[in-house]
């Protein structure tokens, strides 16, 4: 069964760091690429980055390029995405979702405040 787990998410301070871990089970990373998306609050759901299934391809939106590091352990069956110099416009709920699929996990808060 398709299950994707998202965590790591809380309250930083802007210039901060945080790193969000997306566990996954019910397929394998090295068949199925996976992207990070965020949904702030009255705003739409937008991509983040993306990581391909052979992991030798990432990217990234514009907003967050050069901020934030995409990687994954397959032993492990997690993705991970570090985030660095974040400012308050990242605030919002964090999801990872597997390529080709429907399903979206609970997310994980992200706020970034002073």
């Known amino acids: 069964q398709l299950q994707l787990v998202e965590s790591g998410g809380g309250l930083v301070q802007p210039g901060g760091s945080l790193r969000l871990s997306c566990a996954t089970s019910?397929?394998?990373?090295?068949?199925?690429?996976v992207g990070w998306f965020r949904q702030a609050p009255g705003k739409e759901r937008e991509a983040v980055s993306c990581?391909?299934?052979?992991?030798?391809?990432?990217n990234y939106a514009d907003s967050v390029k050069g901020r934030f590091t995409m990687s994954r352990d397959v032993a492990k069956n997690t993705v991970y995405l570090q985030m660095n110099s974040l400012t308050p416009e990242d605030t919002a709920v964090y999801y990872c979702?597997?390529?080709?699929?429907?399903?979206w996990g609970q997310g994980t808060q992200v706020t970034v405040s002073s």
């Open positions: 990581i391909s299934s052979s992991g030798g391809s990432t």
């Open positions: 979702k597997r390529f080709g699929a429907t399903y």
């Open positions: 019910g397929f394998s990373l090295g068949y199925y690429g």
